[in-house]
């Protein structure tokens, strides 16, 4: 594959990401509701525990409905629901798309969970960016820094800082080549690329949710821990 069909390959999948992602007001509003369901089954639980419970809960659902867009995809008799993604390709490129969509959702609604705010580009360029460089940790070689840590907190605030949309180009770029590669695996006859499919989805998408909520975290913890810095100073002011 020459490096312009890289290149292609990577700005139509972010492309056909961003056009099918998520709304912002949509995201509000199912973070809203699980949010007052779980408050109301418990009601004593704390504003931290009750993000984290709703970012298991966001996880649990994003995973599954990719696992079911893994499955789907793999055969192409068998795809309900995709809508306009099919148009511009087979089962494999709708499943590169499909999949990447719901982890950029599932990093959208895990934002708002945390009280970042996903109607600005911030908010959103920090979904994108969470969702791809989970998507690349899974697979990167041994040693290579990931998300889920003080310096992968600080590499993502780096980003966001720079020149974000066109790392966020080559980040979606090398995403479109690992998943291109790993596509093969739905050629498999006799059902088994269905197996294989549905797996590989949800395992990565499992991966990234859980480095994400790790990120959240780690930058929830910094954030309380500045202005507790910040209060004490004007304290001894």
Same mark, same amino acid.
Not at 18 to 43: D, L, S
């Given at each position: ?5 890289v290149q292609a390959?990577?700005?139509?999948l972010? &492309? ?6 998520i709304a912002?007001?949509? /995201?509000?509003?199912i ?9 109301a089954?418990h ?5 931290k ?18 696992s079911?867009?893994?499955?789907? &995809?793999?055969?192409?008799? /068998?795809?309900?629901g995709?809508?306009?993604?099919l148009?511009v390709? +087979?089962?494999?490129t ?7 969509? $719901?982890? /950029?959702d599932?990093?959208?609604c895990?934002?708002? =969970?945390?009280d970042?705010?996903? &109607?600005?580009?911030?908010? !959103? =360029? $920090? ?12 697979s990167?070689a041994k040693g290579t820094?990931n ?5 992968? /907190?600080?590499?993502?605030h !780096?980003?966001?800082?720079?020149a974000?949309?066109?790392t ?22 006799f059902?088994?690329g ?6 590989a =989805?949800?395992a990565?998408? $499992?991966?990234? +949710? ?6 959240? !975290?780690?930058d ?8 507790? =810095?910040?209060?004490?100073?004007e304290?001894?002011?």
């Amino acid at each position: 594959m020459s490096e312009n069909e890289v290149q292609a390959k990577g700005d139509f999948l972010l &492309t056909a990401i961003r056009k099918a992602a998520i709304a912002p007001e949509e /995201v509000q509003r199912i973070v809203h509701t699980m949010k007052k369901n779980y408050r109301a089954q418990h009601p004593a639980i704390t504003d931290k525990k009750l993000q984290d419970a709703v970012a298991k809960s966001i996880v649990d659902k994003y995973t599954w409905l990719a696992s079911i867009s893994g499955g789907a &995809t793999a055969l192409p008799s /068998v795809i309900p629901g995709v809508g306009t993604v099919l148009a511009v390709g +087979g089962g494999a490129t709708a499943d590169i798309v499909i999949c990447m969509k $719901l982890q /950029v959702d599932m990093c959208m609604c895990l934002a708002q =969970n945390y009280d970042y705010d996903i &109607t600005s580009a911030d908010g !959103q =360029n $920090l979904a994108f960016l969470i969702a791809g460089c989970g998507a690349l940790g899974q697979s990167a070689a041994k040693g290579t820094s990931n998300i889920a840590s003080k310096a992968g /907190v600080k590499m993502i605030h !780096q980003y966001l800082k720079g020149a974000v949309l066109q790392t966020i180009k080559e980040i979606f770029k090398k995403v479109g080549i690992t998943f291109t590669r790993k596509a093969l695996e739905k050629a498999i006859p006799f059902g088994i690329g269905v197996l294989v499919g549905a797996g590989a =989805n949800y395992a990565l998408s $499992l991966y990234i +949710g859980k480095q994400a909520i790790k990120w959240f !975290q780690l930058d929830r913890e910094d954030n309380h821990n500045r202005s507790r =810095n910040r209060e004490s100073a004007e304290k001894n002011f």
